[in-house]
Each structure stands twice: as C-alpha cells, then as structure tokens.
C-alpha cells in the first residue's frame, strides 16, 4: 500500500506521518507529482493559513496537482478549507472541489459563550460513508480551527460549536475530508485514519 503525505507549506505533516505508523502504514512525504499520482492514496493535512498557503499551491503547482488525483485523497483541516471554492480567511480563492464556502466564526460566539478559536474535543453527529466505519454517533475528536464550512449536501459529518452546526467531515467522489484532526483524536482518529486507508482496496 503506497500512502502519500503532500509536503507543503503548512504545519502539522509530523502528527499525522506518526499517526499512520501507529496503524502500520509507513508512508511517503512528497511533493512530487508523479508520485503522489502514483499513490494508492493521497492525504493532505495541514494547519495554516488560506491566502498564504493558497499562494504556495498556485505557484508551485500543487493545486492543480491535487485538484486532478483520482485516488481516494484525505483533507484534514487547513486541508479540508482549502478544498472549497472559498475562503474568509485573507478573501482567498480555493481549490474548488467543493462549491461550499468556508466562513469565519460569528463574532457572537465569542460573546461569553464559546472561545474562537475552537480548540479541543467535540462531538461528531450524522456519520456517513465508510470513512466511519466502527465510530457511533457522538464520539470525540479534536479541532483546532476559527473557520468552518457550513452544513451542506457534501457533509458525512456534522459538529456543533457556539450555536453554529456545521460540516465537520465532507464528501466528495474519491475526496473526503476531515475539519477536526484524526491525528489527534486518540482511537477514534486512528479508527478513521483506518478506515480511509481501506477504502483505498475498494
């Protein structure tokens, strides 16, 4: 199983690259786009931010790279944002594989209620796809994230944080995507790194 990671300028690559030797797999760290089309999977992850990492991928050429790969691919936060259309975050055009835009946390969720960023453990509701496998509705995961991309037709999960219920996990075609990190959340997040890596013998 050839498991690509894409190397980019954003944060986070290591969590994930320790993640997937904890369930087995040994992947590749890459930015070259002959091997990650090669890949039997892609997973994109990150923590950043939008217009300067958009910068990146337009003038390296990983956007439309990544846009193109046909295997199962994983977003994972940043990586989840900027595969739609568009973000808040510096007004910056995204990837487009999703139509959904990406939005900043109302300002009234900061009002004594909630903190902006979200940063910790949430619950996810309405699971979807196999991506979730084993998993029941509630279980926690970890985010880090002040933009979220509304609940729309592509969402296969859905979190709620300061009164805002959102897409916490997106499907599209061979592009799933993640806005918590599974990384970080313990067995479940193993369960889900898992479970992609599956898909890709389907």
Known sequence: MNVAVVRYNAGNICSVINALRRIGVEPLVTDDAATLAAADCVIFPGQGEAANTMAYLRESGLGEVIRGLKQPVLGICIGQQLLCAHSEEGDTPCLGVFESPVLRFPATCAEGRVKIPQIGWNTIENLRTPLFDGLKEGDFVYFVHSFYVPDCAAAIARTT???????????????????????KSGDVGLRILHNFIHLCHD
Not at 164 to 182: D, I, M
């Open 161 to 183: 944080y300061g009164g805002v219920t959102y897409a916490s996990a997106l499907r599209r075609g061979n592009f799933y995507t993640t806005q918590f990190h599974p990384e």
